[in-house]
T-cell receptor, first 115, second 113 residues
Framework: AQSVTQLGSHVSVSEGALVLLRCNYSSSVPPYLFWYVQYPNQGLQLLLKYTTGATLVKGINGFEAEFKKSETSFHLTKPSAHMSDAAEYFCAVSARRGGYNKLIFGAGTRLAVHP | DGGITQSPKYLFRKEGQNVTLSCEQNLNHDAMYWYRQDPGQGLRLIYYSQIVNDFQKGDIAEGYSVSREKKESFPLTVTSAQKNPTAFYLC????????????FGPGTRLLVL
């Protein structure tokens, strides 16, 4: 079984500061890991995903995430926050094994960016 | 442009009424999904479908029904049995069911009158 914990339901940063959104997962099998972003009253947009291979994954809008198996983490970072990054971010996990394994979402982290 | 469309954007339901939310995709994806989103709870899976004429219950299927008569379409009906239907409903699709990246529509917000 898989689960996802996002540490901090709300994160606030200043424009130009580092963005760090934390995600820890639990999975009994090798995972697929995802980060999605949601702007108000809109659907979810895929930021990046980890399947296999390189553990540092680069996504859209300057975001990246690193898969750390030993820490069961997949934290999302961006070196310099922009006002347009204000949104809700969801981490998700699914199992990398045959058969259907649903996507499990974390509860989300709302990012606020201040001038 | 390929994508997923959901309609309507807002839907109002009267007590005892069934309402249907539309989801259409032109991505040629085999798998489709319905999620419910409530504040602070992330997304919860209602139903999913791997192929036409096949669908399976997710975690919170009670009070909902679906059909998959065409590859492109996966409508969700919120029945009168769903006692707390107020939520944001998201449809998604993926190339394949197994570990396929899911792409989401813009959502439908359902409100109860």
């Amino acid at each position: 079984a898989q689960s996802v914990t996002q540490l901090g339901s709300h994160v606030s940063v200043s424009e130009g500061a580092l963005v760090l959104l934390r995600c820890n997962y639990s999975s009994s099998v090798p995972p697929y890991l995802f980060w999605y972003v949601q702007y108000p009253n809109q659907g979810l947009q895929l930021l990046l995903k980890y399947t296999t291979g390189a553990t540092l994954v680069k996504g859209i809008n300057g975001f990246e995430a690193e898969f750390k198996k030993s820490e069961t983490s997949f934290h999302l970072t961006k070196p310099s926050a922009h006002m347009s990054d204000a949104a809700e971010y969801f981490c998700a996990v699914s199992a990398r094994r045959g058969g259907y394994n649903k996507l499990i979402f974390g509860a989300g982290t709302r990012l606020a960016v201040h001038p | 442009d390929g994508g997923i469309t959901q309609s309507p954007k807002y839907l109002f339901r009267k007590e005892g009424q069934n309402v249907t939310l539309s989801c259409e995709q032109n991505l040629n994806h085999d798998a489709m999904y319905w999620y419910r989103q409530d504040p602070g709870q992330g997304l919860r899976l209602i139903y999913y479908s791997q192929i036409v004429n096949d669908f399976q219950k997710g975690d919170i299927a009670e009070g909902y029904s679906v059909s998959r008569e065409k590859k492109e379409s996966f409508p969700l009906t919120v029945t009168s049995a769903q006692k707390n239907p107020t939520a944001f409903y998201l449809c998604a699709s993926s190339i394949e069911l197994i570990a396929g990246t899911q792409y989401f529509g813009p959502g439908t917000r359902l409100l109860v009158l």
